[in-house]
Structure formats: structure tokens, C-alpha cells
């Protein structure tokens, strides 16, 4: 089991930028994939960014290409969202996950929340 700790949401200018950071507990970080999700009121929970276990790949939802990037550090039990061009529609909470094996993400922080006013 892990647990999941997001940090870093905050309010930012539309075109400012923001990182994000989840710190995981447990000495297994690096087995499992990790991904970042957002929840915009009165929206449904939707994919942001995923990484795999090593770090070597990622993929992304087509809104944030190339403005947002996910990285991890494992030694360090922490996933990271950096996010660029920041635009009021990403407005949301944040959460990170963790994917075991199976394929589900199975563990999931708490969220942090970013504000992009309009």
C-alpha cells in the first residue's frame, strides 16, 4: 500500500506556470506507474498525465500536450506535474494516483487545488 501527498496547487495568472509534487510513503514507489488526474466543478475526474515506473514513458491528455509535464524522481518517492501556459479552463482539483500491476489506479492522494481566473 502506498500513501499519496500532492502539493504545489495554488492561484496563477492565465500564462504563469505551477508545479506540482506528490510524495508517496512506503519503500515501493518504483513499482508502480503514476498519473495525474483533475476534477473541475461539476465536471467529471479526467486523465492528465501518466508516467511509467521507470520514467522513461509518458503520455498525456491532448489539452495539457506540451504545456504540461510529468516527471518522477524515485529516489525521492515523488511524482512531479509541471505546468505551463496555464489557462483558465485548467482550473480544477489535482490528484495523483498510483497504478498497480493489474492496471488500475488503485491509490489516490487527497488533491490540491489550481486556480486559473479568467
Known amino acids: 500500500q502506498v500513501q499519496l501527498v500532492e502539493s504545489g496547487g495554488g492561484l496563477v495568472q492565465a500564462g504563469g506556470s505551477l508545479r506540482l509534487s506528490c510524495a508517496a510513503s512506503?519503500?515501493?514507489?518504483?513499482?508502480?506507474?503514476m498519473g495525474w488526474f483533475r476534477q473541475a466543478p461539476g465536471k467529471e475526474r479526467e486523465f492528465v498525465a501518466t508516467?511509467?515506473?521507470?520514467?522513461?514513458?509518458?503520455n498525456y491528455a491532448d489539452s495539457v500536450k506540451g504545456r504540461f509535464t510529468i516527471s518522477r524522481d524515485n529516489p525521492k518517492n515523488t511524482v512531479y506535474l509541471q505546468m505551463s501556459s496555464l489557462k483558465p479552463e485548467d482550473t480544477a482539483v489535482y490528484y495523483c494516483?498510483?497504478?498497480?500491476?493489474?492496471?488500475?489506479?488503485?491509490?489516490w492522494g487527497q488533491g490540491t487545488q489550481v486556480t486559473v481566473p479568467s
Open positions: 512506503g519503500r515501493t514507489f518504483s513499482s508502480y506507474a
Open positions: 494516483a498510483a497504478r498497480v500491476p493489474a492496471g488500475e489506479y488503485r491509490y
Open positions: 508516467i511509467s515506473r521507470s520514467g522513461g514513458s509518458t
